[in-house]
């Protein structure tokens, strides 16, 4: 009997957003692991096996799925959006540096439609032109390094996708981000709060740099600050192609 | 009769990375238009009329998709990967612009998954840390400012994805944009080049980018310089989470 890990994106929240391919290794699986919200998703059925863990726990969660393979089950390891972007799949090759013999599972990383791909798409167009993606979680990472991202992003002109922008456990970061890349110049830029998108749940709002509030961001929050040549028309907001 | 216009993203090759979403949005369109290519992956059927143009004429295509829904078609753009990442979004809300009636009309940009997720989760995790997406053309930006955003992107410390790396019309580019990052100290992390990615002609290959040729990029290969910090475990590559 031969085990199979998948690490699978489910998208951002609407199940439309889901790939065929995420669809297939799921109906495939003996055993689905995820964050609890993520596993929620997933629907029961007989023979499969539902593992549901709490979201600090992802080398545990990493090494069960890996052991589940080793086993010779088929499991499937499930993210929110793209499972390489701030998600599962690199702590699963974490996981598999520290115990060689599983760099011969048959793993595989099946991608997604990440939040900032989705948050994009409802508001237009504006990751049209160069951007980058920063985690605002400071668990893993010093927010000195955080800080100088903001700031060289501003600086190179990015359009700037975050992450975790806020969560309990850090309130205060995210203020902190807003106020830097206020003095890095992009005051004048747009902000788009991206709450729950594709959800039922989901909430839209621009607001300029100068004007937006921390406190529009939670954790299922994903913020895209445009970059400065962003354009808004009617409902919709573009980054231009041509930048001179 | 009340027309549509839907931008739409095909993802990088494979048909099982088509989002439910969007094979939806073609069952119900009247027409189809986009570069000749990607059109070229939708399947014919009666009441389908399929427009193909070439990859230069962007705006056109957008103002003929705009045109087909203001006369009440069903109209879809298709672009590969997603529509709003270096694709058809950007050049849609630029013809809408130009036309303000056209703000009244029903559009809806539908995300895909975009090459650079499909090619990292093909090789591991390499964006798994903070990163940035930087489209090589420079058709319509000045080099210049692909320079400055190389250097700065290579300051920061993010994982790079260079899309549209080189063409015919622009061979030197891509090779400039080496020295560049060579220069800027990044000479020995790994580049990963991902040709035809999740196509039967897909390919990759990992290099330093101290060895790292401009021939080993056309337009069909997205290039990902990979973080600092980036490990190599048999076969995969992985950005670690944690950074000091």
């Known amino acids: ?58 080398i545990a969660r990493a090494r069960a799925g890996l052991q589940i393979a080793a086993s010779g089950g088929r499991a499937v390891i499930v993210s929110s959006g793209d ?61 000195a390094l955080i800080e100088k991202r903001l700031r060289l992003a501003a600086e190179a002109g990015f359009a700037i996708a975050l992450y975790n922008p806020r969560s309990a456990s850090r309130p205060a970061g995210f203020a902190r981000a807003l106020e830097i890349l206020r003095e890095a110049g992009a005051a004048s830029r747009l902000v788009v709060f991206a709450r729950a998108v594709t959800t039922p749940h989901e909430r839209i709002e621009v607001h300029t740099l100068q004007d937006a509030r921390a406190d529009l961001a939670d954790m299922r929050t994903i913020v895209i600050v445009c970059n400065a040549e962003t354009r808004r028309v009617g409902r919709w907001l573009y980054a231009p192609r041509q930048v001179s």
Chains 1, 2 share one sequence.
């Open 1 to 58: 009997m031969t085990g199979s890990l998948v690490v699978a994106g489910l998208g951002p929240g609407s199940d439309t957003l889901i790939t065929p391919e995420v669809v297939q290794s799921l109906a495939n699986a003996t055993d689905v692991l995820g964050y609890a919200p993520y596993v929620a998703r997933i629907t029961p059925r007989p023979g499969l096996k539902l593992h549901q863990s709490d979201n600090r726990e992802e």
């Open 83 to 143: 499972p390489g972007v701030f998600a599962m799949a690199a702590a699963v090759f974490e996981a598999v540096e520290a115990v060689p013999e599983w760099q011969r599972l048959d793993i595989r990383v099946l991608p997604g439609v990440t939040a900032m791909l989705a948050a994009a798409a409802r508001i237009g167009a504006p990751l049209g032109h160069d951007f980058c993606a920063i985690n605002l979680s400071d668990n893993l990472k010093p927010w």
